[in-house]
């Protein structure tokens, strides 16, 4: 089975500034895909990012990147120039797709609160 | 992106009631998911539905869960008997055949009193 972490329960950051937030997962798979939710006190699930296993380049989705290194199993996400509206909780979650695609379950961590600061 | 849409957004009910909650997946997507996450705790996997059956379930999807797309629209999940631990937020999300990515609804809180 797989599973994901994410270590740090929360985070603070100025407005403007960069905040780099972690995710680990364990997993025997090769092929997979990662993904960052945000969840804002709205509680709405709300997809940032997401990264295919097979690539190697970095995803970037305007402020959003990730830094994804396979090999060490890690998928960090980056925020640059952060504003007031990213503050919420941030999912780190990962898929297997299967060979039907209908067995494509989201495998979540346990989320970090991130908090801008004005 | 159109969106999923859940209905009701808050349900409140007594214990050992049954619910049903209700959601609208996008018009072309192909396979749904629910999702529960217990206040403060992350999100589970319930169940996943394909082709008008259940593809996946999840240990937490006991006899007491059921879901169905009734009318080919609506994509429902019924708790027959709630518990006091069902109370949660629970999440519909749906994708379509190729792209990977799911997309939530908005969510129902659901209390069990």
């Known amino acids: 089975a797989q599973t994901v972490t994410q270590s740090q329960p929360e985070m603070s950051v100025q407005e403007a500034e960069t905040v780099t937030l972690s995710c680990t997962y364990d997993t025997s798979e090769n092929n997979y895909y990662l993904f960052w939710y945000k969840q804002p006190p709205s509680r709405q699930m709300i997809l940032v990012i997401r990264q295919e296993a097979y690539k190697q380049q970095n995803a970037t989705e305007n402020r959003f990147s990730v830094n994804f290194q396979k090999a060490a199993k890690s998928f960090s996400l980056k925020i640059s120039d952060s504003q007031l509206g990213d503050t919420a909780m941030y999912f780190c979650?990962?898929?297997?797709?299967?060979?039907?695609?209908?067995?494509?379950?989201?495998?979540f961590g346990k989320g970090i609160t991130l908090s801008v600061r004005p | 992106e159109p969106e999923v849409t859940q209905t009701p957004s808050h349900q409140v009910t007594q214990m050992g009631q049954e619910v049903i909650l209700r959601c609208v997946p996008i018009s072309n997507h192909l396979y749904f998911y629910w999702y529960r996450q217990i206040l403060g705790q992350k999100v589970e996997f319930l169940v996943s539905f394909y082709n008008n059956e259940i593809s996946e379930k999840s240990e937490i999807f006991d006899d007491q869960f059921s879901v169905e797309r009734p009318d080919g629209s609506n994509f429902t999940l019924k708790i027959r008997s709630t518990k006091l631990e069902d109370s949660a937020m629970y999440f519909c999300a749906a994708r379509g055949g190729k792209a990977y990515e799911q997309y939530f609804g908005p969510g129902t809180r659901l209390t069990v009193t």
């Open positions: 979650a990962f898929m297997k797709p299967d060979l039907t695609g209908a067995n494509s379950k989201l495998t």
